[in-house]
Protein backbone atom coordinates (compact mmCIF):
# COMPACT_ATOMS: atom_id res chain seq x y z
CA UNK A 1 0.00 0.00 0.00
CA UNK A 2 1.07 3.69 -0.88
CA UNK A 3 1.14 5.58 2.33
CA UNK A 4 0.29 8.88 2.38
CA UNK A 5 -0.63 12.34 3.96
CA UNK A 6 -4.18 13.58 4.36
CA UNK A 7 -5.15 16.06 1.49
CA UNK A 8 -8.35 18.24 0.78
CA UNK A 9 -9.62 19.92 -2.17
CA UNK A 10 -12.87 21.92 -2.78
CA UNK A 11 -14.80 19.21 -5.39
CA UNK A 12 -17.38 21.58 -6.12
CA UNK A 13 -16.84 24.26 -9.64
CA UNK A 14 -16.07 27.35 -8.52
CA UNK A 15 -18.97 29.82 -7.83
CA UNK A 16 -22.38 30.25 -6.38
CA UNK A 17 -24.32 26.32 -5.87
CA UNK A 18 -26.88 24.78 -3.99
CA UNK A 19 -24.07 22.85 -2.31
CA UNK A 20 -20.37 22.98 -2.01
CA UNK A 21 -18.13 20.28 -1.53
CA UNK A 22 -14.97 19.70 0.44
CA UNK A 23 -13.23 16.38 0.15
CA UNK A 24 -10.71 15.19 2.40
CA UNK A 25 -8.63 11.90 1.89
CA UNK A 26 -5.68 9.86 4.05
CA UNK A 27 -5.17 8.03 7.15
CA UNK A 28 -5.98 11.08 9.29
CA UNK A 29 -9.36 12.00 7.38
CA UNK A 30 -11.74 11.12 10.25
CA UNK A 31 -10.02 12.26 12.38
CA UNK A 32 -9.23 15.96 10.91
CA UNK A 33 -13.43 15.93 10.69
CA UNK A 34 -14.02 14.50 14.10
CA UNK A 35 -12.23 18.01 15.34
CA UNK A 36 -13.94 20.28 13.77
CA UNK A 37 -17.62 18.64 13.13
CA UNK A 38 -20.04 18.95 15.77
CA UNK A 39 -22.64 16.08 15.08
CA UNK A 40 -26.73 17.33 16.23
CA UNK A 41 -26.69 13.61 17.65
CA UNK A 42 -23.40 13.76 19.23
CA UNK A 43 -22.31 10.81 16.85
CA UNK A 44 -18.19 10.30 16.78
CA UNK A 45 -17.64 10.23 13.05
CA UNK A 46 -14.54 7.20 14.04
CA UNK A 47 -17.32 4.99 15.08
CA UNK A 48 -19.87 5.47 12.86
CA UNK A 49 -20.38 2.89 10.23
CA UNK A 50 -19.12 3.47 6.51
CA UNK A 51 -21.30 5.18 3.81
CA UNK A 52 -23.51 7.23 6.41
CA UNK A 53 -24.17 10.62 6.63
CA UNK A 54 -24.14 12.87 9.28
CA UNK A 55 -25.99 16.62 9.94
CA UNK A 56 -24.08 18.82 12.23
CA UNK A 57 -21.82 22.03 12.18
CA UNK A 58 -18.04 22.96 11.54
CA UNK A 59 -17.20 25.09 14.37
CA UNK A 60 -13.94 26.93 13.29
CA UNK A 61 -11.77 25.64 16.68
CA UNK A 62 -9.39 29.02 16.53
CA UNK A 63 -11.85 30.86 17.26
CA UNK A 64 -15.29 28.60 18.21
CA UNK A 65 -17.26 30.38 15.42
CA UNK A 66 -20.18 28.20 13.34
CA UNK A 67 -18.94 28.35 9.61
CA UNK A 68 -21.56 26.23 8.21
CA UNK A 69 -24.28 23.86 8.64
CA UNK A 70 -23.40 20.77 6.71
CA UNK A 71 -23.78 17.23 6.85
CA UNK A 72 -20.60 15.29 6.59
CA UNK A 73 -20.62 11.42 4.46
CA UNK A 74 -17.72 9.40 5.94
CA UNK A 75 -16.37 6.53 3.41
CA UNK A 76 -14.10 4.30 5.36
CA UNK A 77 -11.19 2.30 3.89
CA UNK A 78 -10.97 0.64 1.43
CA UNK A 79 -14.21 0.60 -0.12
CA UNK A 80 -13.87 4.00 -1.48
CA UNK A 81 -13.01 6.66 -4.33
CA UNK A 82 -9.08 6.53 -3.52
CA UNK A 83 -9.27 3.36 -1.54
CA UNK A 84 -8.39 5.49 1.93
CA UNK A 85 -10.72 6.89 4.21
CA UNK A 86 -12.29 9.96 2.75
CA UNK A 87 -14.74 12.66 4.18
CA UNK A 88 -17.12 15.03 2.75
CA UNK A 89 -18.05 18.14 3.82
CA UNK A 90 -21.47 18.81 1.46
CA UNK A 91 -22.08 22.65 2.76
CA UNK A 92 -23.67 25.64 1.33
CA UNK A 93 -22.40 26.73 -2.15
CA UNK A 94 -20.93 30.22 -1.62
CA UNK A 95 -17.90 30.81 -2.66
CA UNK A 96 -16.64 31.65 0.58
CA UNK A 97 -18.43 29.15 2.67
CA UNK A 98 -16.87 26.43 0.82
CA UNK A 99 -13.24 28.70 0.93
CA UNK A 100 -13.87 28.73 4.73
CA UNK A 101 -14.11 25.10 5.58
CA UNK A 102 -11.13 24.28 3.43
CA UNK A 103 -8.99 26.33 5.05
CA UNK A 104 -10.58 25.08 8.62
CA UNK A 105 -9.67 21.50 7.48
CA UNK A 106 -6.38 22.31 6.16
CA UNK A 107 -5.67 24.31 9.32
CA UNK A 108 -6.61 21.00 10.95
CA UNK A 109 -3.95 19.09 9.30
CA UNK A 110 -4.59 18.19 6.08
CA UNK A 111 -2.61 19.01 3.01
CA UNK A 112 -4.10 21.29 0.19
CA UNK A 113 -4.27 18.42 -2.80
CA UNK A 114 -2.55 18.74 -6.00
CA UNK A 115 -4.94 18.84 -9.25
CA UNK A 116 -5.85 15.24 -9.73
CA UNK A 117 -4.64 13.81 -6.45
CA UNK A 118 -7.45 11.97 -5.55
CA UNK A 119 -8.14 10.21 -8.60
CA UNK A 120 -3.89 9.67 -8.68
CA UNK A 121 -3.99 7.58 -5.00
CA UNK A 122 -7.05 5.41 -6.46
CA UNK A 123 -4.49 4.72 -9.34
CA UNK A 124 -1.14 4.41 -7.08
CA UNK A 125 -3.76 2.29 -4.85
CA UNK A 126 -4.60 -0.03 -7.69
CA UNK A 127 -8.10 0.37 -7.42
CA UNK A 128 -8.00 1.78 -11.64
CA UNK A 129 -5.33 1.35 -13.68
CA UNK A 130 -3.92 4.57 -16.06
CA UNK A 131 -6.57 4.46 -18.54
CA UNK A 132 -9.34 4.27 -16.31
CA UNK A 133 -8.19 7.44 -14.85
CA UNK A 134 -7.89 8.99 -17.46
CA UNK A 135 -11.46 7.85 -18.61
CA UNK A 136 -12.74 9.65 -15.85
CA UNK A 137 -10.94 13.06 -17.30
CA UNK A 138 -12.29 12.41 -20.56
CA UNK A 139 -16.16 11.43 -18.99
CA UNK A 140 -15.98 15.24 -17.32
CA UNK A 141 -15.00 16.93 -20.26
CA UNK A 142 -17.32 15.01 -22.78
CA UNK A 143 -19.18 17.51 -24.85
CA UNK A 144 -21.42 15.29 -26.55
CA UNK A 145 -23.58 12.55 -25.40
CA UNK A 146 -21.56 9.83 -27.54
CA UNK A 147 -18.00 10.52 -26.19
CA UNK A 148 -19.49 10.18 -22.65
CA UNK A 149 -20.18 6.58 -23.35
CA UNK A 150 -16.64 6.03 -25.39
CA UNK A 151 -15.39 7.61 -21.72
CA UNK A 152 -17.79 5.09 -19.32
CA UNK A 153 -16.81 1.86 -21.61
CA UNK A 154 -13.34 3.15 -20.58
CA UNK A 155 -13.65 3.65 -17.08
CA UNK A 156 -15.58 0.36 -16.52
CA UNK A 157 -12.08 -0.94 -18.05
CA UNK A 158 -13.26 -2.04 -21.43
CA UNK A 159 -9.92 -0.33 -23.40
CA UNK A 160 -8.30 -2.30 -20.08
CA UNK A 161 -9.73 -5.72 -20.92
CA UNK A 162 -8.48 -5.70 -24.47
CA UNK A 163 -5.03 -4.20 -23.80
CA UNK A 164 -4.94 -6.99 -20.95
CA UNK A 165 -5.72 -9.42 -23.71
CA UNK A 166 -3.16 -8.41 -26.45
CA UNK A 167 -0.72 -8.69 -22.95
CA UNK A 168 -1.75 -12.00 -21.88
CA UNK A 169 -1.02 -12.93 -25.82
CA UNK A 170 2.68 -11.69 -25.59
CA UNK A 171 3.41 -13.18 -22.17
CA UNK A 172 2.85 -16.51 -23.24
CA UNK A 173 3.92 -15.94 -26.05
CA UNK A 174 7.32 -15.03 -23.86
CA UNK A 175 7.11 -18.37 -21.44
CA UNK A 176 6.80 -20.97 -24.62
CA UNK A 177 9.84 -19.07 -26.29
CA UNK A 178 11.90 -19.06 -23.24
CA UNK A 179 11.14 -21.79 -22.60
CA UNK A 180 12.92 -23.07 -25.89
CA UNK A 181 15.90 -21.16 -25.23
CA UNK A 182 15.91 -23.39 -21.82
CA UNK A 183 15.29 -26.67 -23.60
CA UNK A 184 16.19 -27.77 -27.30
CA UNK A 185 13.11 -28.16 -29.50
CA UNK A 186 12.73 -31.51 -29.58
CA UNK A 187 12.45 -31.85 -25.78
CA UNK A 188 9.60 -29.65 -25.94
CA UNK A 189 6.66 -31.41 -26.62
CA UNK A 190 4.07 -29.28 -27.99
CA UNK A 191 6.52 -27.15 -29.86
CA UNK A 192 4.87 -26.14 -33.54
CA UNK A 193 6.11 -23.20 -35.40
CA UNK A 194 2.70 -23.12 -37.30
CA UNK A 195 0.83 -22.68 -33.94
CA UNK A 196 3.52 -20.17 -32.91
CA UNK A 197 3.10 -18.31 -36.13
CA UNK A 198 -0.65 -17.96 -35.85
CA UNK A 199 -0.08 -16.82 -31.93
CA UNK A 200 2.06 -13.80 -33.44
CA UNK A 201 -0.44 -12.85 -35.96
CA UNK A 202 -3.29 -12.99 -33.84
CA UNK A 203 -1.54 -10.61 -31.08
CA UNK A 204 -0.43 -8.35 -34.70
CA UNK A 205 -4.57 -8.99 -35.25
CA UNK A 206 -5.84 -7.61 -31.93
CA UNK A 207 -3.45 -4.52 -31.72
CA UNK A 208 -4.23 -3.53 -34.76
CA UNK A 209 -8.30 -3.83 -34.50
CA UNK A 210 -7.65 -1.70 -31.99
CA UNK A 211 -5.54 1.16 -33.71
CA UNK A 212 -8.23 0.77 -36.20
CA UNK A 213 -10.74 2.35 -33.80
CA UNK A 214 -8.38 5.62 -32.91
CA UNK A 215 -9.49 7.63 -36.07
CA UNK A 216 -12.94 7.30 -35.37
CA UNK A 217 -12.66 7.62 -31.72
CA UNK A 218 -10.29 10.52 -32.42
CA UNK A 219 -13.60 12.39 -34.42
CA UNK A 220 -15.85 12.07 -31.31
CA UNK A 221 -13.31 12.91 -28.40
CA UNK A 222 -11.77 15.68 -30.89
CA UNK A 223 -14.44 16.52 -32.95
CA UNK A 224 -13.90 17.69 -36.30
CA UNK A 225 -12.69 21.26 -37.88
CA UNK A 226 -15.57 22.40 -40.73
CA UNK A 227 -14.98 25.32 -42.96
CA UNK A 228 -17.47 27.10 -44.36
CA UNK A 229 -16.52 29.01 -47.84
CA UNK A 230 -17.96 30.62 -50.56
CA UNK A 231 -17.97 33.43 -51.86
CA UNK A 232 -19.83 37.05 -50.26
CA UNK A 233 -23.11 36.83 -49.74
CA UNK A 234 -24.26 33.59 -50.62
CA UNK A 235 -25.32 32.89 -47.15
CA UNK A 236 -22.53 31.58 -44.78
CA UNK A 237 -23.25 33.47 -42.23
CA UNK A 238 -27.15 32.67 -42.15
CA UNK A 239 -26.27 29.15 -42.85
CA UNK A 240 -23.98 29.19 -39.75
CA UNK A 241 -26.73 30.63 -37.80
CA UNK A 242 -29.36 28.23 -39.34
CA UNK A 243 -26.77 25.00 -37.64
CA UNK A 244 -26.15 27.22 -34.03
CA UNK A 245 -30.33 27.28 -33.38
CA UNK A 246 -30.70 23.67 -33.72
CA UNK A 247 -27.48 22.35 -32.33
CA UNK A 248 -25.41 24.27 -30.49
CA UNK A 249 -23.37 22.40 -28.02
CA UNK A 250 -22.15 23.05 -24.75
CA UNK A 251 -18.76 23.71 -24.85
CA UNK A 252 -16.55 24.50 -21.82
CA UNK A 253 -13.20 26.14 -21.80
CA UNK A 254 -10.34 23.12 -22.13
CA UNK A 255 -7.49 24.48 -19.76
CA UNK A 256 -4.26 25.05 -21.01
CA UNK A 257 -5.93 24.84 -24.61
CA UNK A 258 -5.00 28.14 -26.60
CA UNK A 259 -7.61 28.94 -29.75
CA UNK A 260 -5.92 30.99 -32.01
CA UNK A 261 -9.38 31.06 -34.30
CA UNK A 262 -13.24 30.97 -33.22
CA UNK A 263 -14.91 28.37 -33.32
CA UNK A 264 -18.66 27.22 -32.96
CA UNK A 265 -19.43 24.31 -32.24
CA UNK A 266 -21.88 21.99 -32.67
CA UNK A 267 -23.60 18.30 -32.23
CA UNK A 268 -24.33 16.29 -35.19
CA UNK A 269 -25.10 12.89 -34.41
CA UNK A 270 -22.53 12.96 -31.27
CA UNK A 271 -19.82 14.21 -33.49
CA UNK A 272 -18.53 17.71 -32.52
CA UNK A 273 -18.24 19.67 -35.53
CA UNK A 274 -15.98 23.12 -34.79
CA UNK A 275 -16.81 25.13 -37.50
CA UNK A 276 -13.93 27.88 -37.99
CA UNK A 277 -16.04 31.10 -37.67
CA UNK A 278 -14.60 33.74 -40.48
CA UNK A 279 -17.33 36.41 -39.56
CA UNK A 280 -15.77 36.16 -36.12
CA UNK A 281 -12.20 36.22 -37.58
CA UNK A 282 -12.80 39.46 -39.41
CA UNK A 283 -13.91 40.84 -36.23
CA UNK A 284 -10.77 40.57 -34.35
CA UNK A 285 -8.97 41.59 -36.89
CA UNK A 286 -7.57 45.50 -37.45
CA UNK A 287 -8.25 45.43 -41.18
CA UNK A 288 -10.63 43.26 -43.24
CA UNK A 289 -7.86 43.15 -45.93
CA UNK A 290 -5.86 40.66 -43.45
CA UNK A 291 -8.66 38.08 -43.87
CA UNK A 292 -6.88 37.53 -47.67
CA UNK A 293 -6.47 34.47 -49.96
CA UNK A 294 -3.56 33.38 -47.97
CA UNK A 295 -5.44 33.03 -44.80
CA UNK A 296 -8.34 31.57 -45.97
CA UNK A 297 -6.26 28.74 -47.71
CA UNK A 298 -4.37 28.08 -43.93
CA UNK A 299 -8.43 26.95 -42.21
CA UNK A 300 -8.64 24.92 -45.88
CA UNK A 301 -5.67 23.85 -45.33
CA UNK A 302 -6.60 22.16 -41.20
CA UNK A 303 -10.29 21.85 -42.28
CA UNK A 304 -11.36 18.36 -41.92
CA UNK A 305 -14.27 18.93 -44.08
CA UNK A 306 -15.58 21.85 -46.01
CA UNK A 307 -19.01 23.29 -46.75
CA UNK A 308 -18.94 25.09 -49.74
CA UNK A 309 -21.76 27.38 -50.35
CA UNK A 310 -23.03 28.31 -53.44
CA UNK A 311 -26.38 30.68 -54.39
CA UNK A 312 -29.00 28.56 -56.79
CA UNK A 313 -30.31 31.98 -57.69
CA UNK A 314 -26.74 32.88 -59.42
CA UNK A 315 -25.98 29.65 -60.19
CA UNK A 316 -21.98 28.47 -60.78
CA UNK A 317 -19.69 31.63 -61.06
CA UNK A 318 -16.38 32.15 -62.34
CA UNK A 319 -15.66 32.62 -58.03
CA UNK A 320 -17.05 29.28 -57.72
CA UNK A 321 -15.00 27.34 -59.99
CA UNK A 322 -11.74 29.09 -58.17
CA UNK A 323 -13.19 28.25 -55.12
CA UNK A 324 -14.11 24.62 -56.47
CA UNK A 325 -10.19 24.09 -57.24
CA UNK A 326 -8.72 25.04 -54.20
CA UNK A 327 -10.96 22.47 -52.37
CA UNK A 328 -10.59 19.74 -55.01
CA UNK A 329 -9.05 17.29 -52.26
CA UNK A 330 -10.88 17.92 -49.40
CA UNK A 331 -13.73 15.93 -47.90
CA UNK A 332 -16.33 17.96 -49.03
CA UNK A 333 -20.19 19.12 -49.44
CA UNK A 334 -22.14 21.61 -51.70
CA UNK A 335 -24.70 23.10 -49.79
CA UNK A 336 -26.80 24.72 -52.39
CA UNK A 337 -28.55 27.25 -50.87
CA UNK A 338 -31.40 30.03 -51.04
CA UNK A 339 -33.24 27.30 -52.96
CA UNK A 340 -36.68 29.38 -51.96
CA UNK A 341 -35.33 31.66 -55.00
CA UNK A 342 -35.48 31.21 -58.29
CA UNK A 343 -33.18 28.08 -59.35
CA UNK A 344 -30.45 28.88 -61.91
CA UNK A 345 -28.00 26.44 -61.28
CA UNK A 346 -26.92 23.38 -63.40
CA UNK A 347 -26.89 20.98 -61.40
CA UNK A 348 -24.96 18.34 -63.91
CA UNK A 349 -22.13 20.85 -64.47
CA UNK A 350 -21.65 21.52 -61.01
CA UNK A 351 -21.76 17.44 -60.51
CA UNK A 352 -19.23 17.16 -63.50
CA UNK A 353 -16.98 20.05 -61.36
CA UNK A 354 -17.42 18.20 -58.14
CA UNK A 355 -17.91 13.98 -59.01
CA UNK A 356 -18.81 12.48 -56.20
CA UNK A 357 -19.61 15.33 -53.85
CA UNK A 358 -22.84 15.21 -51.96
CA UNK A 359 -25.05 18.07 -52.89
CA UNK A 360 -27.61 19.49 -50.48
CA UNK A 361 -30.17 21.77 -51.43
CA UNK A 362 -31.04 24.85 -48.19
CA UNK A 363 -32.74 28.07 -47.58
CA UNK A 364 -30.49 29.39 -44.70
CA UNK A 365 -33.13 31.55 -44.20
CA UNK A 366 -36.36 29.63 -44.36
CA UNK A 367 -34.56 26.70 -42.06
CA UNK A 368 -34.92 24.30 -44.92
CA UNK A 369 -32.81 21.41 -46.03
CA UNK A 370 -31.00 22.07 -42.35
CA UNK A 371 -32.04 18.42 -41.36
CA UNK A 372 -30.34 17.10 -44.78
CA UNK A 373 -27.46 18.59 -44.83
CA UNK A 374 -26.67 17.49 -41.10
CA UNK A 375 -27.68 13.37 -42.55
CA UNK A 376 -25.27 14.25 -45.41
CA UNK A 377 -22.78 15.22 -42.72
CA UNK A 378 -22.75 12.70 -40.74
CA UNK A 379 -23.04 9.82 -43.24
CA UNK A 380 -20.09 10.99 -44.66
CA UNK A 381 -17.96 11.42 -41.80
CA UNK A 382 -18.98 7.98 -40.37
CA UNK A 383 -20.17 6.38 -43.08
CA UNK A 384 -23.30 6.16 -41.64
CA UNK A 385 -22.30 3.99 -38.56
CA UNK A 386 -22.06 6.46 -35.59
CA UNK A 387 -24.18 4.97 -33.91
CA UNK A 388 -22.36 1.83 -33.05
CA UNK A 389 -21.17 3.49 -30.31
CA UNK A 390 -20.81 0.80 -27.89
CA UNK A 391 -17.45 -0.20 -29.21
CA UNK A 392 -14.35 0.13 -27.47
CA UNK A 393 -12.69 2.86 -29.36
CA UNK A 394 -8.81 4.88 -28.58
CA UNK A 395 -9.56 8.26 -27.98
CA UNK A 396 -6.34 8.86 -26.35
CA UNK A 397 -3.35 9.68 -27.97
CA UNK A 398 -0.73 8.56 -25.67
CA UNK A 399 -2.42 5.41 -25.63
CA UNK A 400 -2.24 5.17 -29.79
CA UNK A 401 1.34 6.11 -29.84
CA UNK A 402 1.97 3.24 -27.10
CA UNK A 403 -0.09 0.86 -29.10
CA UNK A 404 1.68 1.93 -32.27
CA UNK A 405 5.04 1.07 -30.78
CA UNK A 406 3.61 -2.39 -29.54
CA UNK A 407 2.03 -3.32 -33.08
CA UNK A 408 5.41 -2.14 -34.98
CA UNK A 409 7.75 -4.37 -32.51
CA UNK A 410 4.87 -7.38 -32.95
CA UNK A 411 5.61 -6.80 -36.35
CA UNK A 412 9.33 -7.28 -36.14
CA UNK A 413 9.01 -10.41 -33.97
CA UNK A 414 6.76 -11.82 -36.98
CA UNK A 415 9.74 -11.06 -39.20
CA UNK A 416 12.42 -12.46 -37.35
CA UNK A 417 10.28 -15.34 -36.76
CA UNK A 418 9.75 -16.01 -40.44
CA UNK A 419 13.39 -15.78 -40.88
CA UNK A 420 14.09 -18.33 -38.48
CA UNK A 421 16.38 -16.80 -36.15
CA UNK A 422 17.67 -17.57 -32.65
CA UNK A 423 14.70 -17.08 -30.18
CA UNK A 424 16.27 -15.06 -28.31
CA UNK A 425 16.20 -12.32 -31.12
CA UNK A 426 12.69 -12.51 -30.40
CA UNK A 427 11.52 -12.81 -27.20
CA UNK A 428 14.24 -8.93 -27.01
CA UNK A 429 11.05 -7.64 -28.99
CA UNK A 430 8.17 -9.44 -27.36
CA UNK A 431 9.25 -7.82 -24.48
CA UNK A 432 9.78 -4.56 -25.97
CA UNK A 433 5.91 -4.79 -26.82
CA UNK A 434 4.54 -5.85 -23.85
CA UNK A 435 6.21 -2.65 -22.45
CA UNK A 436 4.70 -0.44 -24.77
CA UNK A 437 1.53 -2.25 -24.64
CA UNK A 438 1.89 -1.87 -20.80
CA UNK A 439 2.23 1.50 -20.83
CA UNK A 440 -1.65 2.06 -21.47
CA UNK A 441 -3.01 0.71 -18.28
CA UNK A 442 0.04 1.89 -16.82
CA UNK A 443 2.27 -1.30 -15.68
CA UNK A 444 5.47 0.10 -17.38
CA UNK A 445 5.67 3.42 -17.22
CA UNK A 446 7.60 6.53 -15.60
CA UNK A 447 6.91 8.13 -12.58
CA UNK A 448 7.10 11.79 -14.44
CA UNK A 449 4.32 10.75 -17.52
CA UNK A 450 2.12 9.54 -14.49
CA UNK A 451 2.57 13.28 -12.87
CA UNK A 452 1.86 14.89 -15.90
CA UNK A 453 -1.24 12.85 -16.51
CA UNK A 454 -2.57 13.75 -13.27
CA UNK A 455 -1.59 17.62 -13.34
CA UNK A 456 -4.50 18.13 -16.22
CA UNK A 457 -6.77 16.85 -13.97
CA UNK A 458 -9.32 19.81 -12.19
CA UNK A 459 -8.33 20.59 -8.42
CA UNK A 460 -10.56 18.29 -6.18
CA UNK A 461 -10.48 15.14 -8.55
P1 LIG B 1 -22.30 35.52 -46.40
O1 LIG B 1 -21.67 36.76 -46.88
O2 LIG B 1 -21.97 34.38 -47.31
O3 LIG B 1 -22.01 35.20 -44.97
O4 LIG B 1 -23.87 35.70 -46.56
P2 LIG B 1 -24.97 36.12 -45.48
O5 LIG B 1 -25.32 34.97 -44.63
O6 LIG B 1 -24.53 37.37 -44.82
O7 LIG B 1 -26.20 36.36 -46.43
C1 LIG B 1 -26.15 37.32 -47.48
C2 LIG B 1 -27.57 37.72 -47.84
O8 LIG B 1 -28.28 36.60 -48.35
C3 LIG B 1 -28.35 38.22 -46.64
O9 LIG B 1 -29.15 39.30 -47.04
C4 LIG B 1 -29.20 37.02 -46.27
O10 LIG B 1 -30.42 37.42 -45.69
C5 LIG B 1 -29.46 36.40 -47.62
N1 LIG B 1 -29.68 34.93 -47.53
C6 LIG B 1 -28.95 34.04 -46.89
N2 LIG B 1 -29.46 32.81 -47.04
C7 LIG B 1 -30.57 32.94 -47.79
C8 LIG B 1 -31.54 32.01 -48.28
O11 LIG B 1 -31.52 30.81 -48.06
N3 LIG B 1 -32.54 32.54 -49.06
C9 LIG B 1 -32.63 33.86 -49.33
N4 LIG B 1 -33.63 34.28 -50.09
N5 LIG B 1 -31.75 34.75 -48.89
C10 LIG B 1 -30.71 34.31 -48.11
Same mark, same amino acid.
Given at each position: ???????A????????G?I??????????I??????????????????D? +? @??????? $? *?P???? &? #???? !?T? /??K???? +? @?T????? $? *????G? &? #???? !?L? /??L??G?R???P????????????????Q??????????????????????L??????????????????L????????????????????Q??????????????L??????????K???????????????????N??????RA?????????????????N??G????????????K???????????????F?K???L????????Q????????L???????????????????????????????????I??????????????E???????????????????????????????A?Q???D??????K?L??D???????????????????????????Q????????K
Amino acid at each position: MYVTDTIAAISTAVGEGGIGIVRISGPEAIEIVEEIFVSKKEKSLVEVDS +Y @TAHYGQI $I *DPRNQQ &I #VDEV !ITL /VMKAPKT +Y @TTEDIVE $I *DCHGGP &I #VVQK !ILD /VVLHSGARLADPGEFTKRAFLNGRIDLAQAEAIIDLIRSQTEVGLEVAIDQLEGGLSKKVDQIKQDIVSLLAHLEATIDFPEDEIEDFNPDQLGARINEAIKKTSDLLATSQRGKILKEGLEVAIIGKPNVGKSSLLNALLRERRAIVTEVPGTTRDVIEEVINIDGIPLKIIDTAGIRKTEDKVEKIGVEKSEQFLKRADLVLLVVDINQGITTEDRDLIKLIKDKKKVVVANKFDLDNNLNLDSLEELLPETPIVKTSAIENEGIDRLEDVISDLVFSGDIRASNQTLITNMRHKNALDRAHQRLLDVRETFEKRLPNDFITIDLRAALEAVGEVTGDTIGEDIIDQIFADFCLGK
